[in-house]
């Protein structure tokens, strides 16, 4: 046998990116690379001069809620003459549209979740900048980086400068700059050859070449604590004016880490000073800061330097195609074994994924010292008998994401599950199961029996006792001693009565009228089957187990007949199984229908049949075992009256009627009134009962219409003054008018002419 084994996956880098896989998630934005270029626009409006058009890419993180992109950002411009750097000037520029970047598709990886980088563009106008025997340069500087970076010290307080710098030559060649081409990916996999295409275009075509270099840093973390500090050259957001070039590199963790093995020494990543191609292995997972200075000549002579800080983060990765099949067993998540049982043609159930990055599907099977081989996606093959066969299933052949399942095929002696039962058509008893199947193998080891009712046995022959009739599907499933399995499914048409009926009523003996549950204990029966039920006082019903209402005295025998739906049938007489005592029948009336707080006694008469003994509830607040009570409530309101009256074999009978105690309210007004300080009828006010008074206003007006006295306040009155101060009014008559609510929120009004005599 011939297998080819192309199960070597080709992985490529995959993406840019902060904190995922083993490395931590902050919960802050950060800046995490950029670059700046430029392009000579033309001639200025003033003679020799040029114009300038530079574009700052920045890219951050966007996990977390940290600081966003500066807007403006303040960007320094700089000339540099004879080793002398001078602020030129400072330009506010805010930030275009914020993109988010789109990791590479590589079919090969999957990318742990949640990863997150934006870009965003400054677009820098320089008019009419005088060509100088120097250079220019625009530079921006931010704190601070990630602290999970790796290869250089301390970053989370190294903060870093984005710069471009445009030559005399440049100047006087009204030169353009190069561009990158390409962001790096947002991860790599660790020990995976990585092969990235970082080279740049140059519109001009100048030489171009390419070099790793060191980061250069800008800011720091002052600030954070002292926003006073925050505009420090070693602050969150350098002042340009006071920040000027040279800015110093970045300090890696050497000997592992330089500027020209960032991603350490056993990594040996290296990029083509020519083509900008960068190559390598990475060995250590982490987050590594990248530096690559793009070096721009003409005829000899740079013209400018492209610098570009990224991060690259190496991570473990795992493929997104896996081979597998539909198995009776896996090993090591790559060997299938798939047992068929009787059966020489197989047909392989295909379960790979990822589906939509699989291309191809190729089988190759060994028979008989031949590869038979299949393109299908669910291949069939024949086998020519029992045996083994070993084959692979492999996907994506030669392809840059592949893998394979080996597959272990045995083809065993069929095995045939079959049983038969046998039991009582119309008496309810266990059904008896005979297995009758067979194996071309050795033996049968093994019996699985579900009887449908949730039940089922091990055993070989069993019997099984059922509660409910019905079409029952019974399985059996059998296996051999090669773990060969068949299944039979056969319906048991169980339709038994009762051996015995079985009744329970709620009660034996009870008082007229009463209705008794009758429970039918009777197995099995379900609503397919025919029920008649004989009360014994003419009431019948067809419920398995019903209500009946007995509304007469005497004693009464009860019958059940019960058939099956295939006509088998069965009954019981039970003789006296009901008896029922006459009960009495309770009634009374009362006086006077309604009540109050004023006259509350009541008087009742019994009007009930058949008693021997009465009792009396009235409402809760008191009792009495008088035939004809007289009672005086002590309380207003409705109140339920309840009487029970028993007979002599103690059965019972209840009423309840309700009777209203109104809380009554009565005001009434007396027509003068003395307030002469003799002590006697000073205070003029209502006389009467206010229990439960509301709403309650008493004014006092002159015979003029003019209001003297007022309150809301049933035990306050009038004196005789205006408003109950200053001086005497004079004698004569004024109008009381008196307003109020009753206990039940009805209104009231009432109006009484007063002579107030002194």
Not at 160 to 171: G, L
Request: glycine share 8%; net charge negative; hydrophobic share 35%.
């Amino acid at each position: 046998m011939h297998l080819v084994h192309p199960n070597i996956l080709i992985r490529s880098f995959l993406s840019f990116l902060l904190f995922i896989g083993t490395i931590h998630v902050a919960d802050a934005r950060h800046i995490v690379g950029g670059e700046v270029y430029y392009s000579c626009t033309g001639p200025g409006s003033i003679t020799d001069t040029r114009n300038y058009r530079m574009t700052m890419k920045i890219y951050r993180d966007c996990a977390g809620n940290g600081a966003d992109f500066d807007n403006p950002a303040r960007i320094g411009v700089y000339s540099h003459v004879n080793g002398v750097y001078t602020f030129v000037r400072m330009l506010n520029v805010n930030h275009g549209f914020v993109n988010p970047l789109e990791a590479q598709e590589n079919p090969c990886l999957i990318l742990p979740p949640n990863v997150c980088v934006e870009e965003t563009s400054y677009i820098i106008n320089l008019n009419n900048m005088p060509i100088i025997a120097g250079s220019y340069i625009a530079a921006w500087q931010r704190c601070c980086r990630n602290n999970t970076i790796t290869n250089i010290i301390a970053p989370n307080n190294t903060g870093a400068t984005y710069m471009i710098e445009v030559t005399e030559e440049a100047q006087r060649t009204c030169n353009t700059g190069p561009q990158f081409n390409n962001f790096p990916p947002i991860g790599i996999c660790v020990n995976d050859p990585l092969t990235f295409d970082h080279s740049a275009t140059d519109a001009e075509g100048d030489q171009i070449v390419y070099e790793f270099c060191a980061p250069l840093q800008g800011g720091g973390p002052l600030g954070v604590d002292n926003p006073a500090q925050q505009n420090d050259c070693n602050g969150i957001t350098p002042d340009p004016a006071n920040c000027p070039p040279p800015y110093n590199d970045v300090v890696f963790n050497a000997p592992t880490y330089t500027p020209s093995n960032p991603l350490g020494t056993a990594s040996q990543i290296s990029i083509d000073p020519i083509t900008g191609i960068i190559t390598g292995t990475p060995t250590l997972t982490g987050q590594f800061v990248v530096g690559v200075c793009v070096k721009e000549y003409r005829n000899g002579i740079l013209l400018s330097v492209l610098r570009r800080d990224f991060q690259f983060n190496v991570l473990n990765c795992r493929s997104a195609v896996t081979a597998a099949i539909k198995a009776d067993a896996v090993i090591d998540q790559q060997e299938f074994i798939l047992n068929s049982c009787g059966n020489n043609t197989v047909t392989f159930q295909n379960q790979s994924v990822i589906e939509e990055y699989i291309r191809s599907y190729r089988w190759i099977f060994d028979i008989n010292g031949t590869d038979v081989e299949s393109m299908d996606r669910d291949a069939t093959f024949t086998f020519p008998g029992i045996g083994n066969y070993r084959g692979i299933m492999i996907v994506n052949e030669e392809q840059q994401c592949g893998d394979t399942a080996y597959i272990n095929v045995n083809v065993y002696p069929s095995i045939t599950a079959d049983f038969e039962f046998d039991y009582d058509t119309c008496i309810a008893g266990p059904v008896s199961f005979t297995d009758k199947s067979f194996t071309n193998a050795q033996i049968l080891t093994a019996w699985d029996w579900d009887f449908g009712d949730a039940s089922g046995s091990p055993l070989r022959n069993p019997n099984h006792l059922y509660e409910k009739p019905g079409l029952i599907p019974i399985e059996l499933i059998v296996t051999d001693n090669n773990l060969c399995k068949d299944t039979m499914v056969q319906e048991l048409s169980y339709f038994p009565v009762p051996p015995l009926l079985l009744v329970k009523p709620s009660k034996f003996t009870a008082c007229v009228p009463e209705v008794i549950r009758f429970t039918n204990l009777s197995s099995p029966i379900d609503n397919t089957y025919d029920i008649r039920w004989d009360f014994g006082d003419g009431g019948t019903d067809n419920r398995i187990s019903p209500d009946h209402e007995y509304t007469s005295a005497g004693t009464f025998t009860v019958k059940l007949e019960v058939t099956s739906p295939i006509g088998c049938y069965i009954e019981e007489t039970f003789p006296n199984l009901i008896t029922m005592e006459p009960s009495p029948t309770a009634g009374f009336s009362f006086t006077p229908a309604v009540l109050n707080n004023i006259e509350s006694t009541a008087t009742f008469t019994d009007l009930s049949s058949d008693g021997s003994g009465w009792f009396w509830d009235f409402g809760g607040e008191g009792g009495s075992f008088v035939r004809n009570p007289i009672y005086t409530f002590q309380d207003t309101g409705r109140q339920d009256i309840m009487q029970v009256v028993y007979h002599q074999n103690g059965c019972s009978d209840t009423s309840i009627q309700t009777i209203d105690i109104e809380p009554l309210v009565q005001f009434f007004l007396p027509n003068a009134f003395t307030p002469n300080y003799d002590g006697k009828n000073e205070i003029y006010k209502p006389k009467g009962l206010s229990f439960g008074v509301g709403a309650y206003t008493m004014g006092i007006w002159t015979r003029w219409g003019e209001k003297i006295f007022e309150t809301n306040n049933p035990d306050e009155g009038w004196n005789g003054t205006k408003y109950n101060t200053g001086q005497d009014l004079p004698v004569g008559v004024y109008l009381c008018i008196l307003q109020y609510k009753d206990a039940r929120n009805r209104p009231f009004e009432l109006r009484e002419f007063v002579t107030l005599v002194r």
